[in-house]
Antibody, heavy 127, light 110 residues
Framework: QLQLQESGPGLVKPSETLSLTCTVS??????????WAWIRQPPGKGLEWIGT???????SFNSSLKSRVTVSIDTSKNQFSLKLSAVTAADTAVYYC????????????????????WGQGTLVTVS | QSLLTQPPSVSGAPGQRVTISCTGSSSSIGSFDVHWYQQLPGTAPKVLIY???NRPSGVPDRFSGSKSGTSASLAITGLQPEDEADYYCQSYDSNLRGYVFGTGTKVTVL
């Protein structure tokens, strides 16, 4: 059973860089079927995808955040991380790490990806 | 800015059937599968339905999904008190080149 756990400072000052780490247990972060993502949820609001690192090594990011986001992986520690620069109060949110799983539906012949494992989330306040 | 629209809330009595709609566009739901997540208060989202109508192991068959054109729906039959939660649809948008979530729907069990 895969488990994910976010860690990092709960309070960040405006204009500084938010840094979070997701530790993966129960599986290898470098396994070919594993892609990893960050998702956030401002207090009382909905979910927002931040970015993904695919097992191929490529990355993709939410266009609204792209200029400020970095996602990296540390295979030796089985961790992946998020850095979000120049934060403002609008970046205050619960930040989740998640695995992005591939699937093939043999009935509809469709392929796709969905977020199957999530961390418990960590609240980061910018103030 | 979410490009998948859901009703803010739905409610029903125990045992009833409720449905949650998710409306997108040709570049999202019209081209890609839809997935549904349940978020109980104070917890992380959990996948309920993937690939429009597939339930992961352990998800009760009271939950079902469907998709038609640029819209999708989640149905909960035999509503139970523990179903009170927020529900989100999710897909991919080729115009944005990224994953998008719905606006979220709060289900209340009367």
């Amino acid at each position: 059973q895969l488990q994910l756990q976010e860690s990092g400072p709960g309070l960040v000052k405006p204009s500084e860089t938010l840094s979070l780490t997701c530790t993966v247990s129960g599986g290898s972060i470098s396994s070919i079927e594993n892609s990893w993502a960050w998702i956030r949820q401002p207090p009382g609001k909905g979910l927002e995808w931040i970015g993904t690192r695919y097992y191929s090594g490529s990355t993709s990011f939410n266009s609204s955040l792209k200029s400020r986001v970095t996602v990296s992986i540390d295979t030796s520690k089985n961790q992946f991380s998020l850095k979000l620069s120049a934060v403002t109060a609008a970046d205050t949110a619960v930040y989740y790490c998640a695995r992005l799983a591939d699937y093939y539906d043999s009935r509809s012949y469709s392929i796709g990806r969905y977020f199957d494992y999530w961390g418990q989330g960590t609240l980061v306040t910018v103030s | 800015q979410s490009l998948l629209t859901q009703p803010p809330s739905v409610s029903g009595a125990p045992g009833q059937r409720v449905t949650i709609s998710c409306t997108g566009s040709s570049s999202s739901i019209g081209s890609f599968d839809v997935h549904w997540y349940q978020q109980l208060p104070g917890t992380a989202p959990k996948v309920l339905i993937y690939g429009n109508n597939n339930r992961p192991s352990g998800v009760p068959d009271r939950f079902s999904g469907s998709k038609s054109g640029t819209s999708a729906s989640l149905a909960i039959t035999g509503l139970q008190p523990e179903d009170e939660a927020d529900y989100y649809c999710q897909s991919y948008d080729s115009n944005l080149r990224g994953y998008v979530f719905g606006t979220g729907t709060k289900v209340t069990v009367l």
